[in-house]
């Protein structure tokens, strides 16, 4: 197979934790060049640095056990093809930046071999743990230092690390990233940039992400694959991507992370939104792409044989190729109530919108024991979309 032309935004990324199916067969990525799927990044996962310098895992196992050997040679022929691969260090299994952190001249040599041993063609650093600005800034440069500047260095946030604190300091923020495009400011705008005070400190990596895209290192950072789930995020909406764009964030610097099916995670969005907001994000100039956390099982939950399926149907999205999965049509606007053995819902279907939007009778009681009426708690989970949280932010702004 001829290699692929080098991938341009929008980018179409996959991560693959899950190696193994519950039998142990291993599990192919060859579908996603065999099927046409246009995927353009593979991030192997997860990447661990163990207590004992050299004591790294692939999830649970050494990178050279042998069940990884159908793995390593497939990520050699996703590489011929032109599909760029990175291994994954961190995520949700703390410990990894935290013991760079406290030994690097220790822990970061036999990371460096790793790397070099599987021709990693690049690096994601997933902080999922409280992990001190210098740390971030040391490892990015050293990585850039011994690999060169073809090596691909990516982040995966959650989305409030890339927002400012409030939105009216939204065009501070912007001033910070982008001085060249403002003019020079007087002292009281001054004395307020400072990334300690516009940054949002509401989430998990600990340093602030605004302080690292002004340092000097700062532009040596490829992407930001930004987590819009578990409750940072709702990849259903383009509210949040907006949102970072308008920062200052460069969109070809922002990819979309979204859950590829309900059973990896809070936060799955159904892919008739999914879509709708793709479709939508591809008239942002420069939009980065889409990733999907994971491969394993994408888009038809327990006992599926053909996650690829799922990576074509986003990248027919990305394409904006007609017929690509939106979901079913909606022909009126009606509103309809249903009840189950658990709840009440609300069903407002939206003339226009791809899928029928669904407000939890629940959701709507709570935002009423807040202190507002029905229509009003309606009003901000149609806003957010369905989002409970986010419609108490819409309602309550200020606690």
Known sequence: MPPLPPPATPRLIVYQQTHHTPTGTPVSLLPLLAHNTGITHVYIAAIHLNDGAGNITLNDHAPSDTRYTQLWAEVKTLQAAGVRVLGMLGGAAKGSFTRLAQDFDAYYPPLRALVRTHAFDGLDLDVEERTPLSLMTRLIATLRADFGPSFLITLSPVLPALLPLAAPLTSLYHRMLHPEAHPPPN??????????????????????????????????????????????????????????????????????????????????????????????????????????????????????????????????????????????????????????????????????????????EQDIQWLMEMGVDRERARWALLKAEGNADQAACLLFPEE
């Open 187 to 360: 002292p009281l705008v001054s004395a307020m940039l400072r990334p300690e005070l516009l940054a949002n400190p509401r989430h998990i990596s600990g340093f602030n992400y605004l302080a690292l895209g002004v340092s000097g290192v700062g532009k040596e950072v490829a992407w930001f694959n930004v987590q819009h789930y578990c409750g940072w995020g709702d990849a259903g909406s383009q509210e949040g991507y907006r949102a970072i764009v308008a920062a200052g964030w460069e969109p070809e610097r922002v990819v979309l992370a979204v859950l590829t099916d309900q059973g990896h995670g809070n936060g799955w969005v159904e892919e008739g939104r999914l879509g709708h907001c793709v479709r939508g994000l591809r008239g942002v100039s420069g939009f980065g792409g889409v990733a999907g956390w994971e491969y394993y099982k994408a888009g038809c939950g327990e006992g599926c044989a053909e996650p690829w399926e799922w990576v074509r149907r986003v990248g027919g999205w990305l394409r904006g190729e007609e017929g690509a999965g939106l979901g079913r049509a909606v022909v009126a606007a009606t509103t309809t109530t249903r009840t189950t053995t658990t709840k009440t819902e609300i069903v407002t279907v939206v003339e226009g919108d791809p899928q029928p939007l669904a407000l939890v």
